[in-house]
């Protein structure tokens, strides 16, 4: 028998797991191809490597349109898009529902570019009627883009593009269609040119697996034409040299970010060429159908417990947002991450830091570099934090988990003779 009086061991230790949305879990292939001596950025296997980058990049957006790359974060993205789309006075649309779209509309107004918002909340999805009358109404066309996001990272809510796009259609309105989805690329079903989106964002730590400080703007040949000469396009923020560079240092206006590229040149071999982006999307589709089960089973009889997003046509495949009752979510994820090692996302926009209901939100990432075992893992650590914990829950829910995992699974291998 082990004696009671000595000390308790650290379930922690082990390899962790950073189940927060963004920046998300790398494959070590992606960290071993970064781990070289700086290469000649004027000739050789760089830039070669990068001449197979861009179709790749196109395609995993869905797109044989054009890309622009920067050095930033989701922000740049943002103001990436922003310094392109739009001169100073002309007029923006953002949908928000959550906290992101508010975000992107900040930056644009502090651009000069004057933003209507109209915000659907913290758990309810996009009203298309309510934009199609918006866009009706505006008959002279003043609005020059709609913007939205694809996954809002902090509500999970996932807004349904193709409805979008037919709304405007329906309005006959010219605006043209901007999304980002700097959490939902390479998680999410996306398919910018069949959805007829003119602007995608994203940015590299996320679906696309590798370290925060790239971050990409797509772009239609309709938004290319419309948006030429801006008096916010400035020469770094310019897509037109980075899509299509003279010279390789155009790619980036300036040095490129060597080690990045070599990282995301693993990721997009993964995601593309041996996984395949429908696989991609299966996957992170059956992980959160994973998540989803266990939270129905927690929140079963327990109100306090339950998602952010009632209807899972509306939920992102990549985050799921959850309320647990103040101020048991802190205390779990304070609970997963010292006891066991898996770090959960923060609850973000749904109560001010300084309001104790702060403390009754979190969210489950399950985006990029995620299998089965780690998504079982993290729910099967959370049920553990709550029985240490007392936080009442609903039975059942490794199970259920379990089961969503079990049908979604590929059939077995044959056993050889
Ligand atoms: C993460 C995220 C951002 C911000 O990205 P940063 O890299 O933190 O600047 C913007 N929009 C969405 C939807 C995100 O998930």
Redesign the pocket.
Known sequence: MRDTNAPKPDLSRGRPYLAI??PSVMPDRVLAAMHRAAPNIYAGALPEMVAGLWPDLRAVAGTAQHVAAYIG????A?EGANANLFSRGDHALVLATGR?GL??AESARAMGVNVEVMDFGTSSPVDMNRVEDRLRADTTGQIKAVLT?H???ASSIRTNIPALRAAMDAARHPALLAV?C??SMACDEYRMDDWGVDVTVA?S??GLMTP?GLAFVWFSEAARQRCKGGDLCTPYWNWGPRAEPAEFWQYWCGTAPTHHLFGLREALTMLLHEEGMEAVWARHEVLARAVWAAFDAWGAGNPRIGLNVADPAHRSRAVTAARLGAPDATRLRDWTETQAGVTLGIGLGMAAPSDPAWHGFLRVAHMGHVNAHMTLGALGVMEAGMTALDIPHGPGALAAAAKVIASGARPSRPIPP
Request: aromatic content about 14%; hydrophobic content about 40%.
């Open positions: 949305p963004g974060n989701g922000h740049a943002w992101f975000s992107w996001t996954v809002d990272t980002d700097i959490a940015a730590q996320k925060p």
